[in-house]
Nanobody, 129 residues
Framework: QVQLVQSGGGSVQTGGSLRLSCAAS????????MGWFRQAPGKEREGVAS????????NYVDSLKSRFTISQDNAKNTVNLQMNSLKPEETAMYYC??????????????????????WGQGTQVTVSS
């Protein structure tokens, strides 16, 4: 079965960095879309970045492009999210997700949660001021 297992995250002070990882299994990793999303308390889940696992093309929310980097390790079927210069308002639960059917990251931006059927367990990121 499809599994997405997240690691990383935690607590940092304003301006700090964190790296999240998402290990995928149970399906053919290549030629799929993977995405990172976040959800703060009381807010809707929002897209952060996406990547096409064949070729590595990426999409970002414009406001995060300069500080966040999505990458992958094909040998380990893992997608990573490097987050730099973090801000307190970015405190949220972060989720990785896999889109096995829609290729939203190729046809569009892959930043819509509705295009993803499989989700990681989530990892808390807390940024203190």
């Amino acid at each position: 079965q499809v599994q997405l297992v997240q690691s990383g995250g935690g607590s940092v002070q304003t301006g700090g960095s964190l790296r999240l990882s998402c290990a995928a299994s149970g399906y053919t990793y290549t030629s799929k879309c993977m995405g990172w999303f976040r959800q703060a308390p009381g807010k809707e889940r929002e897209g952060v970045a996406s990547i096409y696992t064949s070729g590595g093309s990426t999409n970002y929310v414009d406001s995060l492009k300069s500080r966040f980097t999505i990458s992958q390790d094909n040998a380990k079927n893992t997608v990573n999210l490097q987050m730099n210069s973090l801000k307190p308002e970015e405190t949220a639960m972060y989720y990785c997700a896999a889109d096995l059917l829609n290729l939203g990251c190729v046809l569009r931006t892959g930043l819509s949660p509705g295009e993803y059927a499989y989700w990681g367990q989530g990892t808390q990121v807390t940024v203190s001021s």
